[in-house]
């Protein structure tokens, strides 16, 4: 990573749990996720997506190492995801998506959009990915991607 802003360093500073409807949250994604001026549904990903908060730095710094210079920047809203409502799938496997504030030493703005079923988290560490529909999964990609806008360009789209 190129150098690093002191404002996006943690520092002392601790977690924000609290996240508005009309927050942007910003992810990164390659040249090849960007067709027709849209940022596809693959940019978008589950479980513990990585995204950054708007509220604590602009997506430039999303941009910033060497090897995602020529990479975009996709935005969408908080409201979009939809936090702490229960999704049905199949009309009975109950999903639920929530936006997790998770700094980083040197990336204060940090975030995660994460996925839970039935109240237990789906995540690569607990290899429990089989809980995460593939059809749920790309239906909640294609959602996104539809409500999400160009926060920054890819330099050259493959």
Request: charged fraction near 30%; hydrophobic fraction near 35%.
């Amino acid at each position: 990573m190129s150098e690093v802003p002191p404002e996006m360093m943690t520092g002392d500073r601790q977690s924000d749990p609290v996240f508005a409807d009309d927050e942007t949250l910003y992810r990164r994604f390659r040249p090849g996720d960007f067709d027709g001026g849209e940022v596809m549904p693959e940019a978008f990903e589950l479980p513990d997506m990585s995204v950054h908060r708007e509220k604590y730095g602009p997506p430039e710094w999303l941009l910033l190492g060497e090897d995602v210079r020529e990479w975009g920047v996709g935005a969408f809203s908080v409201a979009d995801i939809p936090r702490d409502e229960e999704l049905l799938h199949l009309g009975v496997i109950v999903y639920v998506l929530q936006p997790e504030h998770v700094p980083l030493r040197r990336n204060y703005p940090h975030s995660e959009v994460r996925v839970y079923r039935d109240q237990k988290r789906i995540c690569v560490s607990s290899q429990n990915l089989d809980l995460l529909d593939p059809e749920f999964h790309l239906r909640w990609r294609e959602r996104l991607s539809q409500s999400s806008w160009v926060a920054i360009p890819p330099q050259r789209a493959h």
